[in-house]
T-cell receptor, first 109, second 117 residues
Framework: RKEVEQDPGPFNVPEGATVAFNCTYSNSASQSFFWYRQDCRKEPKLLMSVYSSGNEDGRFTAQLNRASQYISLLIRDSKLSDSATYLCVVKGGSYIPTFGRGTSLIVHP | DGGITQSPKYLFRKEGQNVTLSCEQNLNHDAMYWYRQDPGQGLRLIYYSQIVNDFQKGDIAEGYSVSREKKESFPLTVTSAQKNPTAFYLC????????????????FGEGSRLTVL
């Protein structure tokens, strides 16, 4: 089993839709969790950290489920500019970040 | 402005040549990382360093070498022993993890795209 798994997609949604991605991790000792956004041929950029209590930033909501070992990202009211690849990042006890393969999102008019 | 600078942005190499990719940060971060990304794939860890003069192999270190003589700098050498070096190389840095809520997000450079001719 891979350490961090994501559905590669693509998720193809219309503008205004709500879309959710999940990411599962295998190391129960994982300490920190993040969602990054990567545009085509660019470097990843931090979208949001994921806190145990869940957190929201505008249209984006991130949640952590330690019992089932997954994190989620919910995007409401999708915009064309949300089209990108969303990378799940997990840091274990050694604090070395491990990336998922990424989930591709395409928002169409 | 603080950030991470990678150079060169594009690099072409003939088979059998070593090349060195530069990574410099002025964020005063202790930890630095090198990742490789192939088309349609996630990021794979090549090497990382959590402190000056110390570094560790990641998942795909074979054919690569690094040094960490200064806190700000973490150059990566792609040697001729790397069988398939054409890829997008990303350097990142982070604060050392601590007791804070946000434990060391990564900051990336713009990447170096290496093509072997």
């Amino acid at each position: 089993r891979k350490e961090v798994e994501q559905d590669p997609g693509p998720f193809n949604v219309p503008e205004g839709a709500t879309v959710a991605f999940n990411c599962t991790y295998s190391n129960s000792a994982s300490q920190s969790f993040f969602w990054y956004r990567q545009d085509c041929r660019k470097e990843p950029k931090l979208l949001m950290s994921v806190y145990s209590s869940g957190n929201e930033d505008g249209r984006f909501t991130a949640q952590l489920n330690r019992a089932s070992q997954y994190i989620s990202l919910l995007i409401r009211d999708s915009k064309l500019s949300d089209s990108a690849t969303y990378l799940c990042v997990v840091k274990g006890g050694s604090y070395i970040p491990t990336f998922g393969r990424g989930t591709s999102l395409i928002v169409h008019p | 402005d603080g950030g991470i600078t990678q150079s060169p942005k594009y690099l072409f190499r003939k088979e059998g040549q070593n090349v060195t990719l530069s990574c410099e940060q002025n964020l005063n971060h202790d930890a630095m990382y090198w990742y490789r990304q192939d088309p349609g794939q996630g990021l794979r860890l090549i090497y990382y360093s959590q402190i000056v003069n110390d570094f560790q192999k990641g998942d795909i270190a074979e054919g690569y070498s690094v040094s960490r003589e200064k806190k700000e700098s973490f150059p990566l050498t792609v040697t001729s022993a790397q069988k398939n070096p054409t890829a997008f190389y990303l350097c990142a840095s982070s604060k050392r993890a601590g007791g804070q809520k946000n434990t060391g997000e990564l900051f990336f450079g713009e990447g170096s795209r290496l093509t072997v001719l």
